[in-house]
């Protein structure tokens, strides 16, 4: 590995890293101010989440969601686009996928192919929806995709409740169970870890690939970063926006499909908005400042945070409460700096105005 890899790849690792450890500074001070111990909290934290084989699956299942949405989130923000619609465009996608499943005919595999193509188009299709409003009407995209969620949620909460709820069910909202052969493959048997979690750690790394050595994922960054010299270059904004915004709604689409094809085996109302996944997403892609091995990293950080917070609860008198507040610091920690280097920007902008 060259010294510029190895520094990149350290880079990557490093900004999640000492995020997560400012949050876990917060979280013993306030675990601290309310009488527990805080090496006895950290330490049933690190068990809840990876301390067994059945712990470390959860939190890589349930990190692996959050994987995808932060890396179609990431590949947006680096082309200058604000996605805040992963919510809706995994849950059309999740939908879609499971009504893909159920009624359309065929052998196993390839209904567990056109379901895993359905979601990632259907998710990209909602998604770039909002893009083409921005490149058509100048509709803002931030407000548009984060008002495209409530439709999301409401349509797919009609449909399992009506058309396509499950017959003679328990009554909740959801589909029928999908047959057993169209689930994905499990890479532990006994546990929730399926092989979507090597697709999102595939992806990442592709992902990286792509943004750095190829001649799109060039464009794409230099639209984020630099908008009027990459237009002075013919870097066409329309065209490149919708495409991020197209993939980074497949990502979305793509995640909402895993957890119906290799955890809840159906679509359930409000199985995607509870867990907070996109949230959690677009939390990791800001935390690694979209980078997508970052972003990867910091996906798996949150999960085992989230994980471990339960086995806190369960073993300790410090509520689960604590996981959510060290998040919260994360938010105002990345918050900080996005503020900083804004302000920061903006003075060099107006230093080099005054110059003139």
Known sequence: MSRLKRTLFLQALLQPLTAIVLGLLVGAVLIAAIGG????????????????????ASTLARATPIILIGLGVSLAFRAGVFNLGAEGQMILGALSAALVALHV???????????????????????AFAGWLDTRFRMNLLITTLLFNYIAVLFAGFMVSFPF????????????????????????????????????LAAAIALALFLRYTVKGYEIRMLGSNPLFAAYG?????????????????FAGLAGTFEVLGTQYRYIDNMLSSPGFAWSGIMAALIAGSNPVG??????????????????????????????????????????????????????????????
């Open 165 to 200: 709820k499950e017959k003679g069910g328990s009554g909740g909202a959801q589909t029928a169970m999908i047959a057993s052969d169209v689930w994905l493959p499990k890479l532990l048997p006994g546990s929730t870890l399926h092989v979507g979690f090597a697709v999102a």
């Open 234 to 250: 013919g870097v066409r904004r329309g065209r490149v926006m919708l495409l991020s915004m197209i993939t980074s709604g497949a």
């Open 105 to 127: 005919p065929g052998p196993a595999a390839l209904k567990l192919l056109l379901a895993l193509l359905s979601g990632m188009l259907v998710g990209g299709l909602w998604s």
């Open 295 to 356: 972003t990867a990293i910091t996906a798996v950080l949150l999960a085992a945070l989230q994980t471990g917070g339960m086995g806190v609860e369960r073993n300790t008198e410090i509520p689960l409460e604590i996981s959510n507040i060290i998040q919260a610091a994360l938010i105002l920690f990345v918050s900080a700096k996005i503020t900083f280097t804004f302000i920061r920007r903006r003075k060099a902008r107006d230093a080099d105005g005054n110059a003139v």
């Open 37 to 56: 111990s805080v090496t006895e909290t950290y330490a049933e934290m690190w068990k809840g989440a990876f301390g067994n084989s059945f712990f470390a």
